[in-house]
């Protein structure tokens, strides 16, 4: 009966959503924050539809919200076009390393001096709050090919790229945690394998792969004439899985690997592709229902010169992103849904003080901080520091942490603040999100 009711409540809101898009496009308002105001209303604080014990369901969660975080990690790379040689990567990398860093640094900070936690798990904390994410964070990313602005660029870097890092020190706070005496050996251990091999380690083995098998499958599409016919969900839920399980293996970052296999995939299409070409899924686009033996599609003269491996990159790369986002929506709606379920119970009103100081404060600082010089104008800079949206992201390292055992005091304010904390980013943003943006826009134009 209750899987029964789980099914009935996902369908509904799924229903909801789609009924109300045409409505809700018009308004300052994500699907985010429906999403968590129709599971407080299902929940116990409203009519008492559905329960959720976290404690009990953190194993499931963990894997539930870390499937979420490998389809929207490998759709946003599958977004990112730009050669890596490109100047736009810089603000990526200084979004997902110091700027992250910095993050991590001030939320502990913040929970020292405000709330006197101890250290260790004051940068736990920070580890599980500090990075930016990929999945409610789509809105703010490119939504295009052939988007090449680097707010929206450094944005999708960087929720592509923090996850993996931030897990490095979610691990460290664990083990601080742990550690009954001064660290010893564990710490450097901790650097090395930690830091310096596994997150190269994993970002090498997806990019490796994603570009590997690209090129393989557009060369043996190419040479069968079969582009319009092949699965290419079978080749997303296989790479994904690749990545994940070979960086897994090699002792480095899944999430990066998954990343890196996407951006890799991304970049064999790139090199289908010549320069003067725009990106094939764009190309593509009038003749795939002609391919698939619509003859209401016409053909035109443009798209005709197009040779077989474009045609094929092209649709492969559309489908994937299809299905990717399919996916990533979903997973999105039914999080956060279960999100605004187990809210009430577990609201503690210092998240809005750790909230307030994280977005207004920590974040901002962290990104003017920075010495972007000619790489971001003022207006872009400004954007950057507040766009920090957390969201599922931190949700998992929080059941990740849960399920390492930690104390029953530990656990709950854990769970408090951070549940509190993504409950806040979702309104906040998701209530800024479109105003910013087209004010964003209107003055780029």
């Given amino acids: 009966m209750t899987f029964t009711i789980w099914v009935a409540v996902l369908g509904t809101v799924l229903l909801i959503l789609a009924l109300t898009s045409s409505y809700l496009r018009w308004l300052p308002i994500t699907t985010s924050v429906v999403c968590l105001a129709l599971g407080v209303?299902?929940?116990?604080?409203?009519?008492?539809?559905?329960?959720?014990?976290?404690?009990?369901?953190?194993?499931?969660?963990?894997?539930?919200?870390?499937?979420?975080?490998?389809?929207?990690?490998?759709?946003?790379?599958?977004?990112?076009?730009?050669p890596l040689a490109d100047r736009s990567w810089w603000v990526a990398f200084g979004l997902a390393g110091p700027v992250l860093g910095l993050g991590i640094l001030g939320v502990a900070l913040v929970l020292h001096v405000l709330l006197d936690l101890d250290w260790s798990f004051a940068l736990l904390l920070g580890a599980i709050l500090a990075p930016t994410d990929p999945v409610l964070a789509s809105m703010v990313q490119v939504n295009d090919a052939q988007d090449h602005d680097r707010v929206r660029f450094g944005l999708s870097g960087e929720a592509g790229l923090n996850d993996g890092v931030a897990?490095?020190?979610?691990?460290?706070?664990?083990?601080?945690?742990?550690?009954?005496?001064?660290?010893?050996?564990?710490?450097?251990d901790w650097l090395l394998y930690g830091m310096l091999w596994a997150i190269p380690a994993g970002l090498l083995c997806g990019?490796?792969?994603?570009?590997?098998?690209?090129?393989?499958?557009?060369?043996?599409?190419?040479?069968?004439?079969?582009?319009?016919?092949?699965?290419?969900?079978?080749?997303?839920?296989?790479?994904?899985?690749?990545?994940?399980?070979?960086?897994?293996?090699v002792h480095g970052y899944g999430f990066l690997s998954v990343f890196a296999a996407g951006l890799g995939l991304r970049q064999a299409e790139v090199h289908a592709n010549s320069a003067s070409h725009p990106p094939a899924e764009h190309l593509v686009q009038p003749v795939v229902g002609h391919l698939h033996g619509d003859p209401g599609q016409s053909v035109h003269g443009d798209v005709q010169a197009?040779?077989?491996?474009?045609?094929?990159?092209?649709?492969?790369?559309?489908?994937?992103?299809?299905?990717?986002?399919?996916?990533?929506?979903?997973?999105?709606?039914?999080?956060?849904?279960?999100?605004?379920v187990v809210l009430p119970a577990h609201w503690d009103w210092r998240g809005l003080l750790l909230g307030a100081l994280l977005f207004l404060v920590v974040r901002p600082l962290s990104v003017l901080a920075m010495p972007w010089g000619t790489l971001?104008?003022?207006?872009?800079?400004?954007?950057?520091?507040?766009?920090?949206?957390?969201?599922?992201g931190s949700m998992y390292y929080l059941f990740y942490a849960l399920n390492h055992q930690l104390e029953p005091a530990q656990a709950t304010l854990?769970?408090?603040?951070?549940?509190?904390?993504?409950?806040?980013?979702?309104?906040?943003?998701?209530?800024?999100?479109?105003?910013?943006?087209?004010?964003?826009?209107?003055?780029?134009?």
């Fill in 376 to 392: 971001l104008d003022r207006h872009q800079r400004l954007l950057l520091a507040w766009f920090g949206i957390r969201g599922i």
């Fill in 207 to 249: 990019y490796g792969l994603g570009h590997g098998l690209g090129r393989l499958t557009l060369r043996l599409r190419t040479r069968h004439a079969d582009s319009s016919v092949s699965p290419n969900d079978y080749l997303s839920f296989a790479l994904i899985a690749l990545a994940y399980v070979v960086a897994e293996l």
């Fill in 414 to 445: 854990s769970i408090q603040l951070t549940l509190s904390v993504v409950a806040l980013s979702i309104l906040v943003h998701g209530l800024s999100t479109q105003p910013l943006l087209q004010h964003y826009q209107r003055r780029h134009r």
């Fill in 167 to 188: 897990f490095a020190f979610v691990i460290l706070g664990v083990l601080l945690l742990k550690q009954d005496s001064a660290p010893q050996h564990w710490l450097a």
């Fill in 41 to 82: 209303i299902i929940g116990p604080a409203g009519v008492g539809l559905l329960q959720l014990d976290i404690r009990k369901a953190a194993d499931w969660m963990e894997s539930l919200t870390e499937v979420a975080l490998l389809f929207s990690l490998f759709v946003s790379g599958l977004k990112l076009r730009l």
């Fill in 306 to 340: 197009l040779e077989e491996r474009q045609v094929a990159a092209g649709i492969m790369l559309g489908d994937m992103l299809s299905l990717g986002s399919l996916v990533e929506r979903a997973m999105e709606v039914f999080i956060v849904t279960l999100l605004g």
